[in-house]
């Protein structure tokens, strides 16, 4: 439980919270508790997260408002997501099947096929005993069976003044019971669970693919204390232990190489088929598999705060940001459910009190209400979010929730940064010309000094070669970090600085001198100085990323058209880049409030607009665009934060394959909605004629709702569709 002024965060398990309706009834009966300020929803982890203000109301009172609506909670934090016993885990398989089977031998009993043998076991071979009666029985066990779980949703809902799709599925049997169509009413209710049983397994099924993730992570680690190695449990080690990793075993935590040399498998992250090789000064992540050597890694970030960790985090965290389509269903469904009780009603009434045939317009109106349960429009846009959202995660592209699946589905602009995205991020120093009394020497201790506190990945490039050249730094003191200008500090009582020209003081002027070696500069220049002079001329250049050409011509072929480069560097180098990659609009010496103000003026003109960055100058723009995409896990903490989708591979040749992925999702709702709608309009009319039957509505209601789901589930197989495109993890 966290606390920020006064409102307070509570993680709760809500037991039997497995689909919207759940999800409604907690809002609705939650939404009137004094103090609740918010509400998050996990349905595939059955968690709701709750901020509340505790000087008005109590985690009593709360838990007692949720037991008023007919559910259970518990503190998260202190069951995790426990193992439930088998019986309660396999609860509604085993009622589907029992309902499933007696359904079955009905069935065949009705067909003469089976009631020799099985009236003769049960009866002991008395005549007496009419067949009528044991399919009865059978039909019974089949309707009591199906809607085990459904009634108590039912009951919830009307309970609250909410009726759902539960309440007209049971209304709807009742009314083929009254009519003595037992068959019908039995097999409602085996598809209706079967249908309930699919929604929950897919939901179960995203769960399992996220969480087989905690497995790969082992348990103990390998520790070096003094001259002797001994195992701990993982969640032990603290940062700046020395673990020891040998060859075929999985990396326990984040940390850096500090002796051995090995390639290791980073697939589980990033999605690189091909190991990676990691030598002193590497960072390596947990759960990836050290191949060929030992290594010795130092450990930089707790377990529950490594990278794998929080790319838990952010998928299951995905599950709380609702797309807008499922708002609109949710919100359809509130409405459309009372409606279609009060049009069943109309049809048994106004046609029988005409024609006089009221049993037979009573029959058209239980039709009408089992037509209309809304089944496939409420299962059908969770279940194929979930599953997209599991299959992006599962080639490591994390898509923080439903929201920006549907918005990366429906983009018009694509906005890059160019150092660490279109380049490599692995920039070094071509050149570095002093012009001032100070020796290169100096300069570079100078450099060296103020850079190895940035994050930058110029400042990187600077401090890896000044350690090259094996200067030592100075003592600084008030080192301050200027996002898309530079740094500055103290050293020895006087003030310097490192960045661009916006660093430069009014009294400062650019000698022809200067000037002639910033001409010379062929990638990004860097300056140095104090307050009086210009001491040095750094060219720092970045290798553009092989696949950028290729992921820029495949956005345009998917109909971006407008992708456009916003970078701090200057224009001269920002053109260069982008003729390579053939980006036409391009935005340079670009400060972090800059960017977001053309980032704004984008989504203003243009439409949905996403912005790609790594940076921490990035993460003021990628919170500001529709959808922002960070570079991970080599991105700064700030932008991955911000952003709402992560790349984990440390590259954008997944950015194609994502739009395309975001695209198919949609238009697997589209199909979903249009069939569902379809299906229920043709059937609705017939009822309204007088043609339809109970046999059709179940057609049209079940039916419709297994197609929606397994229409859905077709995105975990999703396959990249453009040539290279990353390979599934």
Known sequence: ??????????????????????????????????????????????????????????????????????????????????SDPWLLRNGRLIASALSGF?????????????????????????????????????????????IWFTAPKAWRSLRSWHPDMNVLMLVSISGALVLGEYSEAATVCFLFSLANLLEVWSMARARREIHSLLKVTPKLAVIRHGDHEHRVPVEDVRVGTIVIVKPGERIPCDGEVVAGRSSVDQALLTGESI???????????????????????????????????????????????????????????????????????????????????YGHWFYQAMVVLLISCPCALVISTPVTLTAALSSAASRGILVKGG?????????????????????????????????????????????YSLERRSEHPLGEAIVRYAERTQVQPLAAGRVETLPGIGVRGEIDGKDFWVGNNRLLDGDQSLTSEVLDKMQRVGGSVVLCGTKEEILAVIDVTDQLR???????????????????????????????????????AVHADLLPQDKTALIQELRERCGLTAMVGDGLND???????????????????????????????????????????????????????????????????????????????????????????????????????????????
């Open 619 to 729: 993460a003021q723009a990628l919170a500001s665009a529709d959808v922002g995409i960070a570079l991970g896990p080599r991105g700064s903490d700030v932008a991955l934060e911000a952003a709402d989708v992560v790349l984990m591979s440390n590259g954008v040749g997944q950015l194609p394959f994502l739009i395309q992925h975001s695209r198919r999702a949609l238009s697997v709702i589209k199909q979903n909605i249009a069939f569902a709608l379809l299906m229920k309009g043709l059937f609705l009319a017939l009822a309204a004629a007088g043609m339809a039957t109970l046999w059709m509505a179940i057609v049209a209601d079940s039916g419709a709702t297994l197609l929606v789901i397994f229409n859905g589930l077709r995105l975990l197989r999703a396959r990249p569709i453009l040539a290279n495109s990353p390979p599934r993890i």
């Open 275 to 357: 190991p990676v090789v990691k030598q002193p000064g590497d960072t390596v992540h947990a759960g990836t598999v050290n191949h060929s050597g030992a290594l010795e890694v130092r450990t930089t970030h707790d377990s529950s705060d490594s990278t794998l960790a929080r790319v838990l985090r952010m998928v299951e965290e995905s599950h709380h940001r609702r797309a807008p389509v499922e708002n609109s269903i949710e919100r359809f469904a509130r409405y459309y459910t009372p409606f279609m009780i009060s049009a069943a009603a109309l049809v048994a009434l106004v046609p029988g009190v005409i024609t006089g045939n």
């Open 546 to 584: 092989p696949e950028a050409t290729r992921v820029v011509g495949e956005l345009k072929a998917l109909g971006i058209a407008n992708i456009v480069m916003l970078t701090g560097d200057g224009c001269r180098v920002a053109q260069s880049i982008a003729a390579e990659v053939k980006i036409d």
């Open 102 to 146: 007696c359904l079955l031998l009905a069935v065949l009993d009705d067909a003469h096929l089976s009631r020799n043998w099985i009236l003769a076991v049960l009866t002991q071979g008395e005549a007496g005993s009419p067949a009528t009666l044991y399919r009865k029985i059978l039909f019974g066990v089949a309707m009591v069976s199906g």
């Open 1 to 82: 439980m966290t606390e920020t002024s006064t409102i307070q965060t509570a993680v709760l398990r809500i037991a039997g919270m497995d689909c919207a309706e759940e999800v409604s009834l907690l809002r609705k009966g939650l939404a009137s508790v004094p103090g609740v300020r918010d509400l998050k929803f996990d349905v595939i982890n059955s968690r709701l997260t709750v901020e509340y203000d505790p000087a008005v109301s109590e985690m009593d009172v709360i838990h007692a408002a949720i037991h008023h609506i007919g559910m259970r909670s518990e503190p998260w934090a202190a069951t995790g997501r426990p």
């Open 403 to 447: 929201a920006f699946l549907e918005a990366l589905a429906r983009l018009r602009v694509i906005a890059f940064d160019k150092t660490g995205v279109l380049t490599a991020g692995e920039p070094h120093v071509q050149n570095l010309a002093t012009i001032s009394r100070y020796s290169r020497a100096n300069v570079l201790s100078l450099l």
